[in-house]
Every structure is written in structure tokens, then in C-alpha cells.
């Protein structure tokens, strides 16, 4: 299963001599996406013409959740791969997803 998602913010964050670039991205679902399903496009994302950078992460957030606040999904990359991917329950507090999030584990 492919997810459907938009970026809806890209922010270079180089430092020093580490390019650097964050990655918001919405995704577009009607139920809580598994793990495993939001790591393949956190790595599709990154395989897209990120490669290059240094560090690249990828925050994910579901409907109207707000993109300038906690992600649900985070993905973290170096130039060879995926270092870390990791899902934030906490994020999901106060939003329509709350209790959904549980649900599907």
C-alpha cells in the first residue's frame, strides 16, 4: 500500500558543513497509517532527489493536524539510508486522532 501525501514545507537547515534540509509533509488519509507503511514513504520521499544532503528528515502529520507543531511520523536519513524512523503518539493529543492512534497499533 502506497500513501498518498503533499509536502507542504521544505527548510534548508545546513550548518556549518552539514547540509541539511527538513521535509513536512501531509499526509492524506481517512484512518492512522501503520509504521511500516509511513517508513516506505519517508524513504520514497528521500530517494526523490534527497539523497545529497547530509542529514534529511521527514515530519509526517495527518490531517489537519497542525505542520508547524509536533509530527506524528519522523523519519531521520544520512547519504546512505534511513537512520531512524519513529511514531509519535503524543503528537496526536488534542486532535481528532487521538484516540484512534491506540486503535491501530
Do not use: H, Q
Given at each position: 500500500?502506497?500513501?498518498?501525501?503533499?509536502?507542504?514545507?521544505?527548510?534548508?537547515?545546513?550548518?556549518?558543513?552539514?547540509p541539511?534540509?527538513?521535509?513536512?509533509?501531509?499526509?492524506?488519509?481517512?484512518?492512522?497509517?501503520?509504521?511500516?507503511?509511513?517508513?516506505?514513504?519517508?524513504?520514497?520521499?528521500?530517494?526523490?532527489?534527497?539523497?545529497?544532503?547530509?542529514?534529511?528528515?521527514?515530519?509526517?502529520?495527518?490531517p489537519?493536524?497542525?505542520?508547524?507543531?509536533?509530527?506524528?511520523?519522523?523519519?531521520?536519513?544520512?547519504?546512505?539510508?534511513l537512520?531512524?524512523?519513529?511514531?509519535?503518539?503524543?503528537?496526536?493529543?488534542?486532535?481528532?486522532?487521538?484516540?484512534?492512534?491506540?486503535?491501530?497499533?
Amino acid at each position: 500500500m502506497s500513501l498518498n501525501y503533499r509536502i507542504v514545507g521544505k527548510e534548508d537547515t545546513s550548518y556549518l558543513n552539514t547540509p541539511r534540509m527538513v521535509y513536512r509533509v501531509a499526509l492524506e488519509v481517512e484512518k492512522v497509517p501503520d509504521k511500516k507503511t509511513m517508513k516506505e514513504a519517508a524513504i520514497e520521499i528521500w530517494g526523490d532527489g534527497n539523497r545529497k544532503w547530509k542529514e534529511f528528515t521527514v515530519f509526517m502529520y495527518l490531517p489537519e493536524m497542525n505542520t508547524k507543531g509536533a509530527a506524528y511520523g519522523i523519519g531521520n536519513f544520512t547519504r546512505i539510508g534511513l537512520k531512524e524512523f519513529k511514531v509519535m503518539d503524543a503528537s496526536l493529543c488534542g486532535t481528532k486522532w487521538e484516540d484512534k492512534g491506540k486503535e491501530e497499533k
